[in-house]
């Protein structure tokens, strides 16, 4: 058999197969409640990020819940809000800072920013190309321009940039993270999360105590005075609550981590698709993807399963107190 017939047959049998793939979804055992989505935005979502988004007349939604009436285009993105002032990227470059809807700074990037936050005068930036910019916003100076290397595709839970005491901290495209000094923008080290070759933007970035907490998709990695630690799993997101680290999964598991990634417990909400979770006091209200809300208590106990009145289908964004799909609002009580 010749390699043209090998590589066709095996192209069809690879079709074959996935033509017969079925996906299995989530089955709940029980059901609590029923709950319907009784409130509604002005608009849409159009865009969104794990720092608020932006509806379809340009408004902008926070994670407190306010909307501020911006009137943005459609290519602009919202990428958080730091010291009261709003950050906007445009998908030309253009990036824009925000004090009370006025421009409080403004400049342009070779390429769109897809990550940035801000500190004092610092702004702090990463790009779709993979560059790192760090920014003296009074002076106008450009401190930092930094071509980390390839990568291939961005996921909407990028995390930003952090600063601590007198280092930047930037999470990359590529699986890594960054420390600079903030006063110079010199670089002072790197570290890998994980090195796979696609799919590994840093999702989560996030400081607590004398511990810093990184990860991609695929590995969760602690940084402590006594040394580095990792966690390895298919993840959806990363959650840091009441001195807990909860892993969600892309299979529909929970783990429950303590701040040293020691297992302390697990939940398998099996083939569960995770959409979002917020914690409230004692407890996490999980979203589902086709349709549901898991209402724990911290340890993932005494569970409810709560029926929604759609399944999460179109964009949606977790607030601080409400869950936001399409139009529609799920508050918290």
């Excluded at 930047?168 to 923008?185: F, H, N, Q, R």
């Excluded at 409230?280 to 340890?299: P, R, S, W």
């Amino acid at each position: 058999m010749n390699l043209k017939i090998c590589v066709t047959l095996s192209l069809a049998i690879f079709i074959f197969a996935g033509c017969y793939t079925k996906r299995e979804y989530y089955e709940p055992e029980f059901i609590s409640k029923n709950m319907s989505f009784k409130n509604y935005l002005d608009s849409s979502l159009h865009q969104t990020s794990k720092y608020g988004a932006v509806l379809d007349n340009g408004s902008v939604l926070l994670k407190s819940g306010e909307v501020i009436e911006l009137n943005l285009n459609k290519d602009d993105n919202f990428l958080g809000k730091y010291q009261d002032k709003l950050l906007v990227a445009n998908i030309d470059g253009s990036f824009k800072v925000l004090l009370d809807k006025d421009e409080y700074y403004t400049t342009k990037f070779k390429t769109r920013i897809v990550s940035a936050s801000i500190n004092d005068n610092y702004l702090a930036a990463l790009s779709v190309d993979n560059t790192i910019y760090l920014i003296d916003m009074i002076s106008d100076q450009l401190l930092l321009e930094y071509n980390i290397g390839p990568s291939y595709a961005i996921d909407a839970k990028m995390a930003n940039p952090i600063f601590l005491n007198s280092i930047t901290v930037y999470p990359t495209l590529d699986g890594k993270i960054m420390i600079v000094d903030t006063a110079s923008g010199r670089i002072l080290r790197d570290a890998i999360v994980s090195s796979e070759p696609f799919f590994n933007n840093i999702i989560f970035l996030d400081l607590l105590g004398d511990k810093m907490f990184a990860a991609s998709a695929t590995k969760l990695m602690a940084i402590a005075p006594e040394g580095v630690k990792h966690y390895d799993g298919q993840i959806k997101d990363v959650l840091i609550y009441a001195d807990k680290i909860y892993i969600f999964l892309k299979d529909g598991m929970v783990e429950i981590l303590d701040l040293d990634l020691n297992k302390i417990s697990s939940k398998n909400f099996k083939f569960a698709i995770f959409s979002g979770v917020i914690p409230k006091d004692d407890k996490l209200y999980i979203f589902e993807k086709t349709g549901y809300m898991f209402v724990t208590d911290l340890n993932l106990e005494n569970l409810e399963i709560i029926e929604l009145n759609s399944k999460i289908s179109k964009k949606s964004f977790t607030g601080a107190n409400a869950f936001y799909y399409d139009d529609e609002i799920l508050e918290l009580k």
